[in-house]
């Protein structure tokens, strides 16, 4: 080593050295090109995707695929990562970027632009980002995006594709109509009815008894796995604590009763209260004629229906009340009149006030022995509100310092409980049993949780806290087949009676062109099968329904007349067969209101459609190079494989 550091250093170990590290380097810059020209990198590097010149790295599709499953979980709350890309959640992610980014791509080519402010201002719009006075607020902007794990350079960056998107594609949608003729084809097929029949063959029936042998029930559990997959499922240890654990600091003393009744002495004093109904004039001289016709024995409101004028109440008010409200003068005026009579007429910003006192309440000061009971009421409200939030602060200190969750329940006097394990949907997994009902407000937090970081939180409407951590978390992953043999076992049957229950849907239409009616076809099987249902609905009836068409229903509402098609059911459960028999075309007068209906839903099919082609032509223009090698490393990332 000594003999190498001394040539590093002589005047003919210097060139060499420098000579090595360039050496180092352009090998390192060559094997990145023998790579590949485009990616580069271990199992294909960073990027997923090149887009013209825009790279989509891995982190972004890592990003938005956690973000769509976030948005998922509002719908589904138990819904998994593992889940998500079974069902073709993370290509859809995939195939979305690739889109906005070749139509931020184009755009730019053509010299569109989505500048600083104009991002800026689409981000001040969005009410999430606001305050509590309406404004854009820095510090919600910042909580909101933590929420989602975002940044605020994606943030922006994803605004500046949609403005891009919008400045491509409005155009392309703007003012899109359909020709008179095409409107009122249309609209004819909405007077339009159907009369057939629908017959199904459930896999269940068709479904083998025996069970399968381990080798097939092996196959089908591997080429299903999907199926089977297990939402993730927490528990959580948890204690609560409220008023019960303050002892007698939330009673109050005499001494601070005392105090209390002192500086809010007004509050005990006498007071009195009236009721009035008045009308307002604009002079003296008609106020005086009102008033000297209600003490002969008028009435104030037909005074004022005479004078095309309305009266006005004032309920329960203090003299200092009716001084705000109207004037001095005129709650002078109120409180020296008697109960039932009018007041003499007094000026306000308003006019003249005609008032009759209705009702008089008078309250008497109390002593403090009188108050005494209320007092300490308020001032045990008072004092619960400060101690409890003493010791939550107290709680939050704990937790900051480290301190493990029965740590700080002992130092409050609570018990730690521990749930059993409960998936996002707050119930227990296996089970139709919910969760306790004091962890379910931090549910959805306690899911974003890593496991031994305890929380605290108030649980509404206010005068309890929960302190919560997650404490032991299973991942979202198919079940072991020895676990759900019974279950792949029954899926195995219905996915055999399924096969079953295909040819027997074949057998049946064959018998249906051999001219039999399906009925009859139905019950030349072998197996009971349910009777068939016949059918006669107009297209009204089925939007008049607002449920969503049943697929039987919407394949009998596309079909040629005299056909018969054969649907399968979903999940295995078997086959429908949709018989087509008589199709009665509606009549459709000039002025039909379905025709303007339809001429605008056209529209709005056509600018869609419009808008459709243009992304289509967008994606065949600009170059769109894809990695599988890192899309497959996503994948397997998202998922947990190595």
Known sequence: MQFFRNFFKSKFGVPVTLAFVALIGFAFATSDVAMNSTFGGIAGGERVAVVGDEKISSSDLTTAAASAVDSARQQNPTISMPVFIEQGGLDDV??????????????????????DNLVNSEIMNIPAFRGADGNFDQEAYRQALASRRLTDAQVRDDLGQGLLAQQVLVPAAFGAKAPDSIIRRYAAL???????SIAILPSAVFAPSDDPSADALQKFYTANRGDFIRPERRQIRYFTFGAEQLGDRAIPTDAEIAAYYRENSAQFAAIERRTVTQLIVPTQQAAEA?????????????????????????????????????????????????RGTVAAPARSGLGFHVARVDAIDRQAARTLDQARSEIRAALEVQKRRTALTDLAELVDGLIQEGAALPEIAAEVGAQVQTTPALTAAGAV??????????????????FEMDEGEPEITEIPPGGTFLVFETADITESAAAPLAEIRDQVIAAYRLSEGSKLAKAAADRVLERLKDGQTLAAAIRA????????DSINLSRQQLEQSGQRVPAPLALMFSMAEGTAKKLEAPSNAGWFIVDLENIETGTLADNDPALEQTRRELAQLFGREYAEQMRDAIKDDVEIERNETAIEAVRKALLGER
Do not use: C, H, M, W
């Open 525 to 532: 099987e072998s197996k009971p099968l349910p009777a068939v």
């Open 429 to 446: 997994y296996g089970t139709q049993t919910r969760a306790p009902d004091a962890i379910l407000p931090a549910l959805q937090t306690a």
């Open 190 to 196: 909405r007077k339009e009815s159907r009369e057939g």
């Open 290 to 338: 009102i008033r000297n016709r209600v003490r002969s024995g008028g009435s104030l409101e037909q005074a004022a229906r005479e004078a095309r004028l309305s009266t006005t109440t004032i309920d329960n008010a203090t003299k200092a009340e009716f001084s705000s409200q109207t004037s001095s003068a005129v709650a002078n005026a109120i409180f020296a009149a008697e």
């Open 94 to 115: 995939l195939d979305q970027l690739l889109e906005r980014t070749a139509i931020a791509v184009y755009a730019k080519n053509n010299g569109l632009r989505a500048g």
